[in-house]
């Protein structure tokens, strides 16, 4: 059986360093808290060894105080080459919760219950880049808010296409729904990860929807309450001739 050791160190130097915030959705300055580092060696034999580093952070963000989680691991195995040909060893950042930067979080709390736990399973998903699982949870929202505006057809093609025959989405939207559709179809039936960049636009698109569909008519029942709008009166025709 190989030999393995590890060693451990905790540091608390409180250094500001830019990270992704997922509160904040931009990189900003965070506080390292505290780091354990995990410093390991495994005996391959014939005098080679797998060595390996793990940075576990506590990190605070200086803008919104969000309190998270970064680990920064490396190994001897994980190097390539540069341009010039020298040699460099890669690293691999994660972070807990999971985090996109620049694409925030919308207000599911005015969505009807069903659409906003899947959006929420669907956007962690995707902010912990399981992206096959993101892709399958945005195609089930799809689905979801079809059923819940009780669009007709006997599949989601279809559903899709009474969407706009409703002047529920443009012709346009249409074109990017039924795209939505196929890359949903992908990741439930065949297993298959599209692009980061390709769901977060996937997703953007399902949250002008939802923006639309469901929290505007929300918000403006709430702040328009007391707002009547006024009725025009049908204009009075003259004397001896018929109204227009």
């Known amino acids: 059986m190989a030999r393995i050791t590890k060693k451990f160190e905790m540091t608390i130097d409180e250094s500001i360093e830019k990270f992704p915030c997922k509160k904040c959705c931009l990189e900003s300055n965070h506080r390292v808290v505290a780091t354990y580092t995990e410093r390991g060696s495994e005996d391959c034999g014939g005098g080679n060894t797998f060595d390996w580093t793990a940075f576990n952070q506590i990190i605070q963000c200086l803008g919104c105080e969000e309190i998270s989680f970064r680990v920064e691991s490396s190994n001897s195995e994980d190097w390539d080459h540069d341009d010039e040909g020298n040699t460099y060893w890669g690293s691999t950042v994660t972070y807990y919760p999971g985090r996109v930067v620049g694409s925030k979080i919308i207000d599911h709390t005015s969505l009807p219950l069903d659409i906003g736990e899947i959006y929420q399973e669907a956007r962690s998903a995707l902010d912990s880049d399981l992206l096959i699982i993101s892709g399958i949870g945005i195609r089930a929202i799809l689905d979801t808010i ?3 505006v009780k669009a007709k057809g006997r599949n ?5 296409d009474d969407l706009h025959d409703r002047s529920l989405v443009t012709k346009e939207g249409v074109q990017t729904l039924h795209q939505i559709r196929v890359l949903g179809n992908n990741a439930a039936h065949r297993g298959k990860a599209h692009s980061k960049s390709q769901l977060l636009l996937a997703l953007e698109v399902i949250e002008h929807i939802l923006i639309g569909t469901y929290i505007i008519p929300y918000r403006a029942k709430k702040v328009f309450k007391h707002i009547e709008p006024k ?9 001896n001739e018929p109204a227009a």
């Open 231 to 239: 009725k025009i009166a049908a204009p009075v025709a003259p004397n």
């Open 156 to 160: 989601l093609e279809q559903k899709i």
């Open 146 to 148: 079809c059923s819940d």
